[in-house]
């Protein structure tokens, strides 16, 4: 009983999906344009993206010029944004903002084009070229159109998107200072509090800085230390003064203190 249950759905679907394809096969075959339009409606309505874009790439020369260039083309480019397409949706949506610039959805196909970019972004561990391409293609947009009501939408796309820069750089610098390499972990460390002003990690940066040039200084030859010890111990008061409350500051306050008695015992051997 189950088999032949079965075996009729999935008779039914067969015969469904065949009858399906002849009549699309048939569309595209015909010289009817107005009916090719109407089905291409039709057919993304009942979001079949894949049979609509097919006709709508076939209308787009044809109706080149006319009022539903338009809407032909709008139509056309959401169906690759539907198919998950995000490069080609992106490359369309750009096209069609520049294109006709007039468009009651110029603004929202700018903006769309700026959003298949943030949707290629990869997850932080990957390059992220794609990601601060999709920074640019927001910014852009938010430069051409200030007074949008997506702005809002916009900058908390931009703040996952530097999130994510902040996180990929995050890891390399601390990547920097646990391997020892503290010629290359300190200036990581500072160009993060620069490109990051307003990241949590701020004080963890800081004060790798100061480890680093701690470490530097007492593995360093005689000439290098003293510059090393000094610049250790004005960080530390650069850290104190920014971070008062940071959960570093008791091994900050160490280091700062092992800096200065380094510092006494050099004088000493002059």
């Given at each position: 009983m189950k088999g032949n249950l079965l075996k009729y759905i999935l008779t039914?679907?067969?015969t469904l999906t065949f009858f399906a394809c002849g009549n699309f096969n048939k569309i595209l075959k015909s010289s009817d344009f107005e009916l090719k339009y109407t089905k291409a409606i039709e057919y993304y309505n009942k979001t079949n993206y894949t049979s609509a874009q097919t006709l709508f790439e076939e209308l787009i020369p044809v109706f080149k010029g006319t009022e539903r260039a338009e809407q032909v083309y709008f139509y056309y480019t959401y169906c690759h944004y539907y198919l998950t397409d995000y490069a080609l949706a992106g490359f369309h949506f750009r096209t069609f903002a520049r294109t006709f610039p007039n468009?009651?959805?110029a603004e929202e196909?700018?903006?769309m084009n700026a959003y298949c970019y943030y949707l290629s972004s990869p997850k932080y561990s990957l390059d992220q070229s794609d990601t601060k391409n999709a920074i640019q293609e927001i910014q852009n947009f938010l430069n051409d159109f200030p007074e949008?009501?997506?702005v809002d939408t916009c900058n908390i796309l931009m703040d996952k998107l530097r999130f994510k820069l902040e996180k990929k750089s995050y890891e390399i610098t601390k990547g920097y200072?646990?391997?020892?390499d503290w010629k290359a972990a300190t200036p990581a460390c500072l160009n993060f509090i620069k490109d990051f002003p307003e990241s949590a990690h701020?004080?963890?940066?800081?004060f790798m800085v100061i480890k680093s040039y701690y470490l530097l200084a007492k593995n360093s030859v005689e000439?290098?230390?003293a510059d090393r010890l000094e610049k250790a111990m004005e960080n530390y008061l650069k850290f104190v003064d920014?971070?008062?409350n940071s959960s570093f500051l008791a091994e900050a306050e160490s280091i700062y203190k092992d800096c200065e008695r380094l510092k006494t015992e050099q004088q000493k051997l002059k």
């Open positions: 039914f679907f067969f468009s009651t959805h196909c700018a903006f949008s009501k997506r200072f646990f391997r020892d701020n004080d963890e940066m800081l000439s290098k230390k920014l971070h008062p």
